[in-house]
């Protein structure tokens, strides 16, 4: 099939994004939210006009508040600053009231984190994350057992895995882009969103490797006989109109969730987009050709 | 035949059920569903316990009693559905006790954490240097924990008393009764250590200090020194809302205004009531009849999943909905396992019933293996972090859970319902898909 036989072309294509997107990880960084590191996200909304972003920074830093930025965000003003003491927030109240140039503004939320449950947080993700990780290899390598010619059963978990980093690197790579660029934090939910793509891309991978295992099946059991990689093309065949639609459904929801769902998720949802895009790509075009690709090898060994 | 009269049983079903969850009671928002604070404004305080005075194997129940005092304030504070959890988190500096506090429709923190913070800590202590003060080498006496505190009493009353005050005029006095415990630690220290001064502690400075006269096995003590009546009556109030068992200090505070709750609450059902069309818009357009068994049996699924939430008691939150969303998707997508799956059958020539038995067992391992994945990892987030992550995956689980009955179980009967015998023109095009004809 096609895409068998340019294997190398996606290959490299998925390489440059996946160091791309390393790239802009290693060199911009990924901006932890708060609850990562333990500070105040403070939302103001103003009833009329809302002033520019410096002028609240003024305000707070006159008044002894360390404030780390201020950005415009959907309904006002989205200040991230030092965790909060007792009473601050009246103190902020007040500020806020007495402002001169602002007509009567409100916080509409605070989260203020110290930097213990910051601490927890962080490890808490990891677990999680490495946790997945080995489920997922088990879990496959439990399911695809029966299945070890002409590659063992391991591998397409291994496989899997490939699958997956290629899936979470990339969105990670564009938080990195949109944080250097637009100050998007990345928080608990940028960590669920990556948690989702996960379990959305190995789906993704497994309903095209449960098709070549089927297909292994029937040869067996009819004991004929077909190259590796024309197996690897025809459930290829069989299963992208079936990948593409599901695709097609879900991203149809994140973008429904995207423009309806509220400026709160919006960067969940665009990295759940791109998680998207990127595992349904990778699902076509990585996986099963590193699967031809690595019996391949095995093959010249 | 049996199909037909069980898809009718589903559909009525599903309508009676539908009618259950949505037909508005009287006095009921949001049908009856409990909103998170994300959605419906509200205060959510963390604290740090400071377990170093309580030994380990007494941190549980002293965690448990801190508790029960903030639950009780919490209530006098007149908070509709409050929350109260205590949290074991490890940190590389060792294990560290939480307290979190959920006051949903509070929007003010300092006023909420005012009063919570309000921490009568009260503390018995003896005299740990007598012999230094006695002899001189020091004048500061050095106080030593002796284990009874404000978790032992059952209530404070305020009194007034002349006798101890040498007969002078009516003084203020708080009477302190201890439980049995309490009653107990308190005898064993009057009797072992009389004369000698127990100082009583509250919120770390001392309030009064006197001497033992001999031991009190009843469980009542007496605490004289306040400085006026209302002084008395303040500390009276407080201690019977509760002495902390323990010391707490905020570490983190989440307030959100009803206005930003309400707008993320209504994107959320704009955006799963709009994200269910679109499915099914697009799953009729391109599945054509089955397609329109999808988009019934994804109204169902939703039905179900909503009707869980009610029964289980399921608080919603903003990723709760998301996740739920989420899973529409996963729903979805075993539909459209099955019916691929069926279309080649019918292609390779196989009779309607055959192609359709045949389309369902062979997607359902794809389709269990999928979803099984994503159900372990929905199970280890749940585990693993935090309240907000919780929501998303438990809601996450449910749909999937739920999606695996539906798509399966659901469709399948459904389409087994409407089947035709004989595959005419006609029903190859209404199970065809896509652009062909």
Redesign the interface.
């Known amino acids: 099939m096609f895409v068998i036989r340019h294997k190398i072309f996606f290959f490299a294509l998925s390489g440059i994004l996946v160091l791309a997107s390393l790239f802009a990880i290693g060199y911009w960084g990924l901006r932890p939210g708060v609850d990562f590191t333990g500070g105040t996200i403070l939302?103001v909304?103003y009833a009329e006009i809302t002033p520019a972003p410096e002028e609240l920074e003024m305000l707070l830093t006159e008044a002894g508040f360390e404030v780390s930025n201020v950005r415009t965000g959907d309904?006002g003003l989205i200040v991230r600053m030092e965790t909060?003491e007792?009473?601050?927030?009246?103190t902020i109240q007040g500020l806020l009231a007495s402002g001169a140039t602002t007509s009567s503004a409100?916080?509409?939320?605070?989260?203020?984190?110290?930097p213990?449950?910051g601490?927890?947080?962080r490890?808490?993700?990891i677990?999680?994350i490495v946790?997945?990780v080995i489920?997922?290899i088990l879990?496959?390598a439990f399911?695809f057992r029966k299945v070890s010619k002409p590659i063992s059963s391991w591998t397409y978990g291994f496989v899997a895995i490939v699958t997956l980093l290629h899936d979470i690197i990339i969105p990670a790579g564009v938080f990195a882009v949109l944080g250097y660029f637009s100050g998007l934090e990345a928080d608990?939910?940028f960590?669920?969103a990556l948690?989702?793509i996960?379990?959305?891309s190995?789906?993704?991978t497994?309903?095209v490797f449960?098709?070549i295992r089927?297909n292994l099946r029937i040869h067996q059991e009819r004991n004929t006989k077909e190259e590796f990689s024309l197996t690897v093309g025809k459930s290829l065949e069989?299963?992208y109109?079936?990948s593409f639609?599901?695709s097609?459904?879900?991203i149809?929801?994140?973008l429904?969730?995207f423009f309806?769902?509220?400026p709160?998720?919006h960067s969940?949802?665009l990295t759940?987009l791109v998680g998207q895009v990127a595992g349904t790509y990778s699902s076509i075009f990585i996986a099963s050709p590193l699967l031809v690709a690595i019996a391949n090898q095995k093959k010249v060994a | 035949m049996n199909a037909r009269i069980w898809a009718v049983t589903i559909l009525l079903a599903a309508i009676g059920l539908g009618f259950f969850v949505f037909y508005p009671k009287e006095n009921q928002t949001n049908f009856g569903f409990r909103l998170g604070l994300?959605l419906a404004g509200g205060t959510l305080l963390?604290y740090?316990a400071d377990t170093s005075g309580v030994t380990s194997s007494e941190v549980d129940g002293a965690m448990d009693a801190l508790r029960q005092v903030i639950e009780r304030r919490v209530n006098v504070f007149g908070v509709s559905e409050p929350l109260v959890q205590t949290e074991q988190?490890?940190?590389?500096s060792g294990e560290?006790r939480?307290l979190i506090v959920e006051l949903p429709g509070v929007t003010?923190?300092?006023a909420a954490?005012?009063y919570l913070?309000e921490t009568p800590v009260l503390e018995f202590k003896l005299i740990g240097n007598q012999d230094d003060l006695i002899s001189g080498a020091t004048t500061t006496p050095v106080y030593v924990a002796t284990g009874l505190t404000g978790r032992y009493l059952t209530g404070a009353r305020l009194d007034f008393g002349g006798a101890s005050g040498g007969g002078v005029i009516q003084e203020p006095i708080i009477a302190l009764t201890f439980n049995e415990q309490g009653t107990e630690l308190f005898a064993e220290i009057t009797r072992t250590h009389i004369g000698e001064i127990l100082a009583i502690f509250l919120d770390g400075a001392i309030f009064s200090a006197p001497a033992i006269q001999t031991e009190i096995s009843d469980g009542k003590a007496i605490i004289t020194g306040a400085n006026s009546v209302e002084e008395a009556k303040d500390t009276v109030q407080k201690l019977n809302l509760g002495a902390l068992p323990i010391p707490i200090e905020?570490?983190?505070?989440?307030?959100?205004?009803p206005?930003?709750g309400s707008?993320?609450a209504?994107?959320?059902v704009?955006?799963g009531i709009?994200?269910l069309l679109?499915?099914a818009i697009?799953?009729i357009l391109?599945y054509r009849l089955p397609g329109v068994v999808a988009a019934v049996t994804l109204a169902i699924y939703a039905v179900i999943v909503l009707t869980l939430f009610k029964l289980l008691g399921i608080t919603l939150t903003?990723?709760g909905i998301?996740g739920l969303?989420?899973s529409?998707?996963?729903a979805?997508?075993a539909n459209?396992?099955v019916f691929?799956r069926m279309k080649?059958e019918i292609m390779s020539g196989k009779e309607m019933k055959e192609a359709m038995a045949e389309g369902f067992s062979?997607a359902w391992?794809?389709i269990r293996?999928?979803?099984?994945?994503?159900i372990?990892?929905?199970i280890?987030?749940f585990y693993?972090?935090?309240s907000?992550?919780k929501g998303?995956a438990l809601t996450?689980i449910l749909g999937i859970v739920v999606s695996m009955f539906s798509a399966v179980m659901i469709t399948r009967t459904l389409l087994q319902a409407i089947a035709p015998k004989q595959i005419t023109p006609t029903v190859r095009f209404l199970f065809g898909s896509?652009l062909s004809k």
């Not at chain 1, 007792?86 to 009246?90: I, P, Q, S, V």
């Not at chain 2, 988190?89 to 590389?92: I, M, Q, S, Y």
């Not at chain 2, 293996?369 to 994503?374: A, K, P, Q």
């Open positions: 939302q909304r309904n909060l007792e009473g601050d927030r009246d409100t916080i509409e939320r605070l989260s203020s984190v110290g213990s449950v601490e927890e947080l490890r808490k993700t677990v999680a946790l997945v489920m997922i879990y496959i399911t608990t939910l960590v669920v948690l989702t996960l379990g959305l190995v789906n993704d497994i309903v449960d098709r089927e069989q299963t109109v079936r639609n599901t097609f459904t879900v149809l929801v994140l429904v969730l309806l769902g509220g709160t998720i969940f949802m759940l | 994300d963390t740090r988190a490890r940190l590389a560290e939480r003010d923190v300092d954490r005012a913070g905020l570490v983190g505070a989440e307030s959100i205004g206005t930003l707008e993320v209504r994107a959320g704009v955006a709009g994200g679109i499915i697009f799953m391109w903003a990723p998301a969303i989420l529409i998707g996963m979805v997508d459209i396992l691929e080649e062979r391992l794809s293996d999928g979803n099984l994945t994503s372990f990892t929905g280890i987030l693993t972090t935090t907000l992550v998303f996450l896509g």
